[in-house]
């Protein structure tokens, strides 16, 4: 039987490939691709697959067992898409810190909008990069033609492979139903570290007037910025401190609110940290990339 698909695994020298464990060679064609520079890999990857569709994970995901039938199924049913894209939920039998993170990935209050990569949500034909990681990418082979990961950029190559591929007039698409399970950060340190590259990304993707069109991206660096200038706004009037209660309000509402939707009661006493963690992690990243980016155009090397 023919072989309609290719996942190309982007890997370090020596990073041990758990996604391999999942994937059923039968059916699809595995490219594994190993190198310093993840983009670099995957374009390297995806000119060598001869498949009507290329995948992208990553070295840790695992596969749902549905999820070739779901991706085949998908692009028959929607032969106007050329990308689509799933949720990247927990992985099963997680840590605790790393299961609890998973939450606060999740939830709306979070990651604002680009909490639906990490949960299953309505099928969106029009989607962009809030939902879209390529830790779960599938792409006609065509689309290759057209764009490429940009391999200055890491990480947030995938978010600008999916606005660069809107802007070629590709139709991108998230499916609640290809599913895969990706591994989360399991200590404070990690996730904080990781949040941080995500912000430090941002303003080398894109202008702050493309980021205002997004102000969810923008919002935890006001956040970082009101907290540094904080005790002096408070010399100026008492009333500046209303803005931190509402957030340590909010922070444990919706705390709660995830421990029980979740299941896992036990869960709220983390996650009363995590939420300021991603937020003020975000914020500090974007703030350094915008100052790095300013200050790298008044001193180019």
């Known amino acids: 039987m023919k072989k309609e698909l290719t996942i190309v695994i982007p890997a370090g020298e020596k990073t041990e490939i758990k996604a391999l464990e999942t994937i059923n060679r039968k059916n699809i064609n595995v490219i594994v691709e190993r190198g310093k520079n993840p983009s670099q890999n995957r374009n390297r990857g995806a000119s060598k697959a ?5 995948a992208f994970i990553n070295s840790h995901t695992l596969l749902d067992k549905s999820w070739l ?40 209050f979070g990651s604002a909008k680009v909490s639906t990569r990490y949960k299953k949500t309505r099928l969106n034909l029009q989607a962009n990069e809030s939902s879209i990681t390529s830790a779960n990418l599938i792409c006609r082979r065509k689309v290759f033609e057209k764009v490429k990961f940009d391999e200055t950029l890491y990480p947030g190559e995938d978010p600008k492979f999916i606005d660069d591929a809107i802007k070629s007039g590709l139709k991108v698409a998230y499916s609640p139903a290809i599913i895969v399970y990706n591994l989360r950060r399991q200590s404070p340190r990690l996730l904080f570290k990781q949040v941080f590259n995500y912000g430090i990304t941002r303003p080398k993707k894109e202008s702050i007037f493309q980021t205002l069109k997004k102000p969810y991206f923008l919002a935890p660096a006001l956040f970082v910025l009101y907290l540094i200038l904080l005790p002096s706004l408070i010399l100026i009037s008492n009333l500046m401190i209303f803005p931190l209660l509402i957030y340590l309000l909010l922070d444990l509402l ?3 609110y995830e421990s029980i939707k979740n299941n896992d009661i036990l869960s709220s006493i983390i996650l009363i940290f995590i939420f300021p963690i991603i937020h003020v992690g975000y914020g500090l990243g974007f703030l350094y990339g915008s100052i790095k980016k300013i200050w790298q155009r008044k001193n180019p090397s």
Not at 50 to 54: A, L, N, R
Not at 70 to 75: A, H, M, S, Y
Not at 80 to 99: C, H, K, M, S, T
């Open 50 to 54: 001869k498949t009507d569709f290329i």
């Open 69 to 108: 039938k779901e991706v085949l199924k998908f692009f028959k049913s929607h032969p106007e898409i050329d990308i689509v894209g799933g949720p990247q939920l927990n992985y099963p039998n997680e840590g605790f810190f790393a299961r609890v993170s998973g939450y606060a990935l999740s939830s709306v």
């Open 254 to 256: 919706f705390s709660l």
